[in-house]
């Protein structure tokens, strides 16, 4: 009989794909600290990734149809390079001059209304918001903020207050919450009485800040007009309106560059994140030059990594490639035959509702059924991972967690938007 | 006659050096705001940067003794490697799984006491900072916040609070300043002072943050114990003990990896910036494991850019380079023998005060004469500009901005070391 030290395992044998993950999980979960945002049941464990595909430690490939700070494609190129070169040459911060720094800074607001003519870059959209209510309470000499009521902004402690979709009722007397506009909403008249709630209580109002897509919100489609009203209403008592467009931004809509430009009015502040550096930390608040001057001569603001060497080298890639390779019209083409091609998948599948958006941000609403119109969280969560293990990655929004959120890197062209409708097809029916 | 097209000056000619800059810095007033922070009265145009040098457009070089940020050097190339590999391979963020992402985690932990158990990485010190108030204030149950009364923290709405420096009253009731210690000051004395003031008011103490060197604050000698005798109270009150560590950190002071171990007391949290990517945007808070989860668990907390592959591939680099190039012993080394060089200049030059700081963080004290030991600003800032003259970038903290601030990169060796003493030496006699 041979000696136990023989038929036992040997301890270096590699662990099971399973134990790993187990193992990885509760490593990270020292290091980190728990809950630690973590998508999918089954967590993907990534090895690299090009263009639209990403691909695991196991050597299987992902369609991405949900990461949206690789904007112009995972490691594109033309950014990886100007940021090595930049890195390699020089990367320093704003206290000193650098011409190739003023040319990002101009190129950028070159692609705003003229009205919008300074630039204060930061590292993060968090700190993009953080920053823009400052200059707005500054600019106001008020407090008061109004925000969509299931929205996200960031994670300071500033822009955390305005976070609604984590903080369920208003945390502080001066942020109000409205329902984000909808078919029959009330959003002008939630606004309305945000509005009256600041005079009355004497706190004042600052700003409105909104996601111009209200994408967090469950990228409702917003009926004509109704930002338009909100922000003469704003403007009428003092207020700025602020948007959002760290998600939104940089032509992911296909029409315009810019989330705002679908409501026919010109923010005070604009907020960019995500997209910008395609994953070098880079993000800014745009804004009317007044504002911006009336901020800085009363604060020093300084932002050591932002506006640095490389993060402009970064940012400037990103509006190049964005043009060179024409990516607003893909993000319209493409975005546009792959709602119509989600729409044809309701024949099919009762549980589709709504599907909604522009370009390359649609939401495709689950619902109970072609009878039952009420929300299914569950089998939304359900599709997302069986999309997944098809091969697509896509992810959920909402108030009611029932709204796929399809958001892919710019370069997503039509064979993978019929990948993603044979996907969702197929997780839709019958498992077998 | 020529014609007068002809003998006009072509408008294709290059300006002058002088216009030049005139014109730049009329465009970045529009293009950033006015008051956006410049170094030097003829500012630097910078073109590209090696190890401790960096060099002008006009080709002339300047030893730098005052950027961080580039904490292994300008464009080191094992940091440019790094990052240029992993934004090529994979650059998303913690919502996957990436062992080499908690590798860094690890390293990253391997040098803190174990009592210091997570992480949560963040782009900026700003945030880090932002966040480890959160932290506490969550933690703690409590509001109020002790920090010195000349110090800087960063530029979110939360830590511009505590960032006295520019604010020069607390302007919140849940943030009280005391002085920096320092011989014969009471800065023990306000800590219990500030304290009682939060038990009074019902207010409630969170937290004591402070940077461990008191840069900002003038970079004063502290007497022996007295940070352990303020935190002892701190921690009897309930609060917490935060260490800005954005300046301090990563082997700066030479004996240490951080700045609190010179205070022999384990903060609670540790904040991290700066000289954490050698330029790439990554910092962080480090903390005891169980306030870091009491957080996650109440707060979603998540960073986009924080943590991304290409952050912990540059934060990796970093702790490898000062590992491999032995930078603690050099800023050990070469910053002792750059003090005394300091202080023996005291002989030829009365204006030298006290020389203080250690390793590679020191401060000159400029005074008005060996009898009147009054701050001299005025001396200071025009010293910072002939050094610059000289061919070496320095800067100026303290309340009355009359301390020259030395804080080179580390890979500073004792030949710099010498061309900056030579160069204060006649930055400090009369003007020929």
Request: proline content about 6%.
């Amino acid at each position: 009989m041979p000696s136990p030290a023989l038929t036992r395992k040997p301890s270096t044998a590699a662990p099971s794909p399973a134990a790993a993950l187990k193992q990885m999980l509760a490593r990270r979960q020292n290091l980190m600290g728990p809950n630690a945002p973590l998508f999918y049941r089954q967590p993907l464990v990534l090895a690299r990734a090009k263009g639209v595909w990403l691909h695991d430690v196991a050597g299987r490939k992902y369609l991405d149809a949900y990461n949206n700070v690789a904007h112009v494609g995972h490691g594109h190129p033309a950014v990886v390079k100007a940021v090595q070169r930049q890195m390699a040459r020089l990367n320093t911060h704003t206290r000193y001059l650098d011409a190739a720094v003023l040319d990002y800074h101009e190129r950028l607001l070159d692609k705003f209304p003229r009205a919008l003519g300074s630039v204060v870059l930061t590292c993060t959209g968090s700190e993009a918001n953080d920053l823009a209510l400052r200059i707005a309470r500054l600019g106001t000499g008020h407090q008061g903020v109004i925000v969509t009521d299931w929205t996200y902004h960031g994670n300071t402690a500033s822009v955390s207050e305005i976070s609604s979709a984590y903080n369920p009722r208003p945390v502080v007397p001066h942020v109000r919450y409205v329902r984000a506009p909808q078919a029959g909403g009330d959003f002008v008249e939630g606004v309305r009485r945000a509005i009256a709630y600041f005079r009355d209580s004497g706190i004042g109002l600052a700003a409105m800040l909104i996601d111009p897509v209200f994408s967090t919100d469950g990228l409702q489609a917003v009926p004509k007009g109704q930002v338009k009203q909100a922000v003469a209403l704003v403007r009428a008592a003092g207020g700025l309106y602020i948007a959002d467009e760290v998600q939104s931004g940089f032509g992911r809509l296909g029409r315009f560059w810019w989330g705002f430009q679908s409501h026919g009015v010109v923010p005070d502040l604009v907020t960019l994140g995500k997209a910008m550096g395609n994953g070098y930390p880079l993000a800014g608040v745009v804004g009317r030059r007044k504002l911006i001057a009336d901020f800085r001569r009363e604060v020093m603001y300084f932002n050591t990594f932002g506006a640095g060497h490389a993060a402009c080298a970064a940012g400037r890639a990103v509006l190049e490639v964005i043009e060179a390779e024409d990516l607003l019209a893909n993000a319209r083409s493409v975005g546009a035959a792959l709602a119509d091609d989600l729409r044809a998948l309701k024949d099919e599948h009762s549980c589709i509702g709504e599907v909604r958006g522009q370009g390359f941000f649609l939401g495709v609403e689950i619902v109970r059924g072609r009878d039952d119109p009420a929300p299914d969280a569950e089998r939304t969560a359900q599709v997302v991972e069986r999309m997944k293990d098809a091969g697509v990655l896509v992810s959920n929004i909402g108030r009611h967690d029932n709204v796929l959120k399809i958001r892919p890197p710019m370069p997503f062209a039509a064979r993978h938007a019929r990948l993603l409708v044979r996907a969702l097809d197929q997780s839709l029916r019958p498992a077998r």
